[in-house]
């Protein structure tokens, strides 16, 4: 029995006049996020208090007006990007697919991540630090940063599971503070590399140290985790 060929139907290509109606939420988003990036160098290097939204909105090549239209105020803005941090590196561990892999494999991808994160991302440190500064003041009003983190908490309780679950794992590891040292192990060594290396007279910085750091890192947390 013969079976009828099935067509797609293609779809009309947009107009000339859709494309125009687009383009200004286009450059819309392209300037809000021009203002982001602007604002992330300027927060990180200079702090709240020191960053002048003149010079973000220089740096953006846009203008005050702008930046208050869609961000309403210096203050608005400053969580903004932190939020744009976070969910930056929320959606890079999500990518990980760490439920998909064994469970210590997912651990260690996830402690290797963390540390290469940091390392290309420093300037994230930078803003982090002067919130902790504040004593998380703005991050307190935040409506998205509680949901992101608690799903992060989740996997890392279900890798956790599974590797009890196989005699991998030992039990009674709190997913949290797992993730608090796995994170702990790469930020305080980035964020504090330049002191240290003064300090103890050793190029922290260097190559060779990073991947000595990175090595200790894993080493750690997979001998706190493996079941005995």
Same mark, same amino acid.
């Given at each position: 029995m013969a079976v009828a060929a099935t067509t797609k139907t293609k779809r009309p290509a947009p107009s000339a006049k859709a494309k125009a109606a687009l383009e200004p939420v286009r450059d819309?988003?392209?300037?809000?996020? $021009?203002?982001?990036?602007? *604002?992330?160098?300027?927060?990180?290097?200079?702090?709240?208090?020191? *960053?002048?939204? /003149?010079?973000?909105?220089?740096?953006?090549?846009?203008?005050?007006?702008?930046? %208050?239209? %869609?961000?309403?105020?210096?203050?608005?803005?400053?969580l903004a990007v932190l939020e744009r941090a976070y969910g930056a590196m929320r959606k890079a561990e999500r990518e990980l697919?760490?439920?998909?892999? $064994?469970?210590?494999?997912?651990?260690?991808?996830?402690?290797?991540?963390?540390?290469?994160y940091c390392e290309k991302n420093q300037q994230i440190i930078a803003l982090l630090a002067g919130e902790n500064m504040l004593g998380a003041a703005y991050l307190k009003r935040s409506r998205r940063l509680r949901d992101m983190n608690l799903s992060l908490v989740d996997?890392?309780?279900?890798?956790? /599971? *599974?590797?009890? *679950?196989?005699?991998?794992?030992?039990?009674?590891?709190?997913?949290?503070?797992?993730?608090?040292?796995?994170?702990?192990?790469? %930020?305080?060594?980035?964020?504090?590399?330049?002191?240290?290396?003064?300090?103890?007279?050793?190029?922290l910085g260097s190559p060779a140290e990073r991947r000595l750091r990175r090595a200790h890192a894993v080493d750690v947390i997979m001998a706190y985790v493996k079941a005995l």
């Amino acid at each position: 029995m013969a079976v009828a060929a099935t067509t797609k139907t293609k779809r009309p290509a947009p107009s000339a006049k859709a494309k125009a109606a687009l383009e200004p939420v286009r450059d819309a988003e392209r300037t809000r996020q $021009a203002l982001l990036g602007a *604002a992330e160098i300027e927060f990180s290097t200079k702090g709240f208090a020191g *960053a002048r939204v /003149d010079v973000i909105a220089d740096q953006a090549a846009a203008n005050k007006r702008m930046l %208050y239209y %869609y961000f309403g105020s210096k203050e608005e803005l400053y969580l903004a990007v932190l939020e744009r941090a976070y969910g930056a590196m929320r959606k890079a561990e999500r990518e990980l697919n760490l439920t998909n892999l $064994a469970p210590l494999v997912a651990i260690k991808t996830l402690v290797e991540f963390k540390f290469d994160y940091c390392e290309k991302n420093q300037q994230i440190i930078a803003l982090l630090a002067g919130e902790n500064m504040l004593g998380a003041a703005y991050l307190k009003r935040s409506r998205r940063l509680r949901d992101m983190n608690l799903s992060l908490v989740d996997v890392i309780r279900t890798v956790l /599971d *599974a590797g009890v *679950a196989k005699g991998e794992i030992k039990p009674g590891i709190d997913p949290l503070h797992l993730y608090i040292s796995m994170s702990a192990l790469s %930020y305080f060594y980035f964020s504090n590399s330049a002191t240290l290396s003064v300090a103890f007279a050793r190029s922290l910085g260097s190559p060779a140290e990073r991947r000595l750091r990175r090595a200790h890192a894993v080493d750690v947390i997979m001998a706190y985790v493996k079941a005995l």
